[in-house]
């Protein structure tokens, strides 16, 4: 039954497809058949040999991790959830309305759901994309990577859809019609995640090759579409890092959408979570008028939580240095105490100092920091 399930998903690959954000159609969904992917394979010698986007299961779920570390809650998982059924290729992932919505549905009919395709991920996309340009895998259309609604994680094709249509579209699901009638989006709220998935990607990347960094932009460029097909489809060394300070890791700006709480839209959040109000300041950046922007752009720092984890919105600004460590006469390459004890060799930054040639600067004074203690109770 299950089987006959995962052939019938397949052939709608041939027949129908699903709409891109723009116009036209694309593919249906992909499924059912094994991966021949090996340990440490690439993205573009992976899907060379499958015509399955479980090849690319590792990296997904990687970048659904980093999603959901720039944006906490945004993406969650519907696996395991009762009544839902899922073919063995679905990223088992909505953005957090779309997922409860699809839970309603079900709870309502009182009947198995089966998905067939649900979020998609950047190189998921750029796999079908690819098949469809070298005319494999029986896709006849597939859109450019950020082109696709299943790329916005609001989007599911399902098994029985007309009889599923009245539940759907009562919990929020829109039916896109008959140019692709297995396919409804959910319209009660979300994020544009084309932006997001990309960056995602894009600072993964950088995270493990720091030879190598491409902008981090959220555009789906050359140089960012080079990099994923020489990406490891099982995923990179490391993959997110939420709550780990880093501080080659600017905050990320993002549009409030529904579900994000009033007071998130009177500051700024961190890519590690935490919300800064008016003023204050992480490692590197400060929080100014509700947008990140380079430290000191709105006077000094309100309050400091360099890590990013749990944000600020009271005084916990850097004592700053002491005076013992600002010798008129410092020799090249000096070292500079701090106020609460810490000592700094050259280049060494506190949260809103540093050291150069033993005598303390503003941060960059003397190129990038070399190591960074920011309350300056250590050094470095």
């Known amino acids: 039954m299950y089987r006959s399930r995962l052939v019938s998903a397949i052939g709608l690959v041939a027949v129908w497809g699903c709409a891109p954000f723009v116009s036209g159609g694309e593919e249906g969904s992909v499924g059912g058949v094994e991966s021949t ?7 573009n010698t992976a899907g060379a040999n499958s015509c399955s986007t479980v090849v690319v299961r590792g990296l997904s779920e990687q970048l659904v991790n980093e999603m959901n570390c720039m944006s906490p809650g945004l993406m969650e998982s519907i696996e395991g959830m009762p009544g839902l059924g899922l073919g063995s290729a679905v990223m088992p992932y909505l953005q957090r ?10 709870r309502e009919r009182g009947r198995t759901l089966w998905v067939n395709s649900a979020y998609r991920t950047l190189p998921q996309q750029y796999l079908l994309h690819r ?35 009245p539940t759907l579209s009562r919990s929020g699901f829109r039916w896109l019609g008959y140019s692709d009638p297995v396919h409804f989006d959910y319209v009660g709220g979300g994020r544009d ?17 720091p030879e190598d960094r491409i902008a981090e932009d959220g555009d789906f460029g050359p140089r960012t579409e080079s990099r994923l097909s020489r990406a490891p489809a099982a995923g990179f060394r490391r993959g997110a890092t939420c709550g780990v300070s880093s501080e080659d890791e600017a905050p990320v700006a ?31 950046y400060q929080c100014c008028g509700g947008e990140w922007s380079a430290r000191g752009s709105c006077g000094a720092c309100t309050c400091v939580e360099p890590w990013g984890t749990s944000g600020c919105e009271s ?14 006469d410092a020799e090249s390459g000096a070292s500079c105490g701090h106020t609460n004890g810490g000592r700094y060799r050259h280049a060494g930054c506190s949260a809103s100092y540093q050291c150069c040639d033993g005598v303390w600067g503003a941060r960059g004074a003397c190129g990038a920091c070399a190591c960074t203690d920011a309350w300056g109770t250590e050094g470095c």
């Open 97 to 106: 309305g779309a997922a409860r919505a699809l839970r309603d549905a079900v």
């Open 315 to 328: 005084e916990v600004a850097d004592a700053g240095p002491s005076a013992e460590s600002t010798p008129a």
């Open 193 to 209: 995640l084309r932006s997001i998935s990309v960056l995602a990607f894009q600072r993964l990347w950088n995270r493990n090759h």
């Open 254 to 284: 993002l549009e409030p959408g529904p579900e994000v709480p009033r007071e998130m839209m009177d500051g700024c959040r961190h890519v590690n979570g935490g919300h800064y109000t008016a003023g204050g300041c992480s490692t590197n």
């Open 131 to 165: 098949w469809y340009r070298q005319g494999r895998c029986g896709i006849y259309l597939a859109a450019r990577p950020g082109r696709s609604n299943h790329e916005s994680g609001l989007a599911v094709d399902v098994e029985a859809a007309e009889s599923w249509r």
């Open 37 to 43: 992917e090996k340990e440490g394979a690439s993205v």
